[in-house]
């Protein structure tokens, strides 16, 4: 098992760039969602998803779309980025096993972004 | 974040206890959770604890929960220099989601 694999580790774009953050694991988790880290912030929640077909807003979901087609992928689309959205993207994925137990998150190794 | 509350530095010398300290708002949380980041790495679970439970051991960790007073902490025993990174404690409220302090960066020196 790879568990959860960002694409890519780096990226720089202009204002106004779009581009996709990728999120894939395999380990079958209903829910994936996407963070992003800064500086004394800890982590925000951007969107997150429950299953496949099935995605909604986190905390600071503005500039950012997501989509759920497979249970596997979970991508973030930064529609026109802004130097706001300089930061380290994180994607987790869970499941609820029995007696409705919800397990730990699951995180990737991050994509950090800088937008100029 | 602004539910989770961790203060954002900690020094400690090699070999000492680490303490790291968390509160918490929702009464509600059902589970709280210890995450260790390494510099350039996602997220790393350490340990959790139920919220029925006082205290769990696990090696060198010791979680002590305070529902009373919403108040979690981690103490590390002998620390290492393996262990400076950023540590963020969590709390799960509401099914999957969880909500995340800030984090505390540990430097441990010799």
């Known amino acids: 098992n790879a568990g959860v694999t960002q694409t890519p580790k780096f990226q720089v774009l202009k204002t106004g760039q779009s581009m996709t953050l990728q999120c894939a694991q395999d380990m079958n988790h209903e829910y994936m969602s996407w963070y992003r880290q800064d500086p004394g912030m800890g982590l925000r929640l951007i969107h997150y998803s429950v299953g496949a077909g099935i995605t909604d807003q986190g905390e600071v979901p503005n500039g950012y779309n997501v989509s759920r087609s497979t249970t596997e992928d979970f991508p973030l689309r930064l529609l026109s980025a802004a130097p706001s959205q300089t930061s380290v993207y994180f994607c987790?994925?869970?499941?609820?096993?029995?007696?409705?137990?919800?397990?730990?998150?699951?995180f990737g190794n991050g994509t950090r972004l800088t937008v100029t | 974040g602004e539910d989770v509350e961790q203060s954002l530095f900690l020094s400690v010398r090699e070999g000492d206890s680490s303490v790291i300290n968390c509160t918490y708002t929702?009464?509600?949380?059902?589970?709280l959770y210890w995450y260790k980041q390494e510099p350039g790495a996602g997220l790393q679970l350490l340990t959790y604890?139920?919220?029925?439970?006082d205290m769990k051991q696990d090696q060198r960790l010791t979680v002590l929960l305070n529902k009373k007073d919403k108040h979690l902490s981690l103490r590390i025993a002998d620390t290492q220099t393996g262990d400076s990174a950023i540590y963020f404690c969590a709390e799960r409220t509401e099914g999957y989601k969880l909500s995340f302090g800030a984090g505390t960066t540990v430097t441990v020196r010799a």
């Open positions: 929702d009464s509600s949380s059902t589970y």
């Open positions: 987790a994925s869970s499941f609820q096993g029995r007696g409705n137990q919800f397990s730990p998150l699951h």
């Open positions: 604890i139920f919220s029925n439970m």
